[in-house]
């Protein structure tokens, strides 16, 4: 195999970081897609895919967008159902003493947009988490705990309730809500689940993250990192209500990459 030249081992490094998501590499004016990336985009946006040397004596698949156009690339992508990594180059070009820096700035889900050309100023663009105590699946009563968040308003929300073994409770709350993406933890269950509530919200975007995030202990420092222990105190031992803020935070954190410093202090 030919050797990769520094640009495209500078890419494998940041893509390795984000193989659920396209990774719009930033070129210049354009945000440039390799490999399959290159292939699906060409695909879904109706690009022109390329192939060019990007590593000595190897031609692979390549698409790119200009930057000034980006938005609506991104809306496209995201009503399909992809997610986007966006990786900027962080350093000026004549500053550099190789390769240009560059790092992913953000990550854009259904849940995440803040573009206001993009959502419906008459609704929220909620990104929802909800946690349980016990086996979800069980056919008997036990509380749910239930969090979201718009984060191109700042709303941050939350509440409890005791569900019934058919899910009813909670299924009404997500059509209530109507979230743009939901968030649930990695468990033995969660094939069994999302099957289940696909035959209810067929379009919702649904994201799995590791079980620890919705841990109470881990939960609870995210929350923390985000809001004082003084604001805090009047619900800090509900515990499922922290697990399902907690587990927000984190997946906000990871993907905005920013300070979330407009959020609304929760409502419960």
């Known amino acids: 195999m030919a050797e990769k ?25 354009f945000y440039e897609m390799f490999y399959d990336d290159a292939k699906i985009a060409a695909r879904e946006l109706e690009l022109t895919l390329t192939s060019k040397p990007v590593a000595k004596d190897t031609d692979i698949p390549m698409a790119g967008v200009p930057v000034h156009a980006v938005q609506s690339y ?40 803040t573009e206001e050309d993009y959502l419906d100023s008459k609704k929220n663009n909620y990104l929802l988490a909800f946690c349980w105590e016990g086996d979800f699946l069980a056919e008997n009563q036990q509380s749910v705990g239930v969090a979201y ?31 743009a993406e939901l968030i649930i933890p990695d468990v033995e269950q969660k094939e069994q689940f999302i099957k289940r509530l696909k035959t209810y919200h067929d379009n919702l975007a649904i994201t799995v993250r590791p079980g620890w995030q919705f841990e109470y202990d881990e939960a609870r420092r995210a929350v923390e990192t985000q809001y004082s222990e003084e604001k805090l105190k009047n619900f800090i031992d509900d515990r499922l209500i922290i697990r399902a803020c907690g587990a927000l935070v984190s997946y906000l954190a990871e993907t905005q990459k920013r300070t979330l410093a407009h959020l609304n202090m929760i409502k419960t």
């Open 74 to 113: 991104l809306e496209k992508l995201i009503d399909k159902g992809h997610r986007v990594a966006i990786c900027e180059q962080v350093e000026e070009a004549s500053k550099s003493a190789g390769i240009v820096k560059r790092e992913v700035v953000r990550v854009v889900t259904p849940g995440t947009l």
């Open 149 to 179: 968040v718009d984060l191109s308003t700042g709303e941050f929300e939350t509440t409890e309730f005791v569900d019934d073994g058919d899910k009813n409770v909670l299924f009404s709350e997500i059509n209530r809500l109507h979230p």
């Open 5 to 29: 030249t520094p640009l495209l081992k500078q890419y494998h490094r940041i893509k390795d970081n984000h193989l659920d998501e396209l990774l719009f590499f930033r070129l210049g004016d």
